[in-house]
Nanobody
């Protein structure tokens, strides 16, 4: 069982920045595809960004150019740097660790973008 602990959420003004972190309790962190998902009230959970073990990245169109996902395999941590935040980015952000057979989720961290 892999525990994922997110941190870094909060309240930010439009145009502001936040950096989310997710630390994984596993000795095999590098084998996992790591992702950030988000769920806004009344909406389905959606993929924001993911990064493979080799560092290949994929982003939702809505965040391209504003969000950057990165990983530190030695530190068992994945990050999501968010800039130019918009009110529509408001959601609970979840960390995900995935292989072909395994799928783990964190508890989520709230990001609120509001003036």
């Amino acid at each position: 069982q892999v525990q994922l602990v997110e941190s870094g959420g909060g309240l930010v003004h439009p145009g502001g920045s936040l950096r989310l972190s997710c630390e994984a309790s596993t000795n095999d962190f590098s084998v996992y595809v790591m992702g950030w998902y988000r769920q806004a009230p009344g909406k389905q959970r959606e993929l924001v960004a993911r990064i493979t073990s080799s560092g290949s990245t994929h982003y939702a169109d809505s965040v391209k150019g504003r969000f950057t996902i990165s990983r530190d395999n030695a530190g068992n941590t994945v990050y999501l740097q968010m800039i130019s935040l918009k009110p529509e980015d408001t959601a609970v952000y979840y960390c995900n660790a995935q292989t072909v057979l395994l799928d783990y989720w964190g508890q989520g961290t709230q990001v609120t973008v509001s003036s």
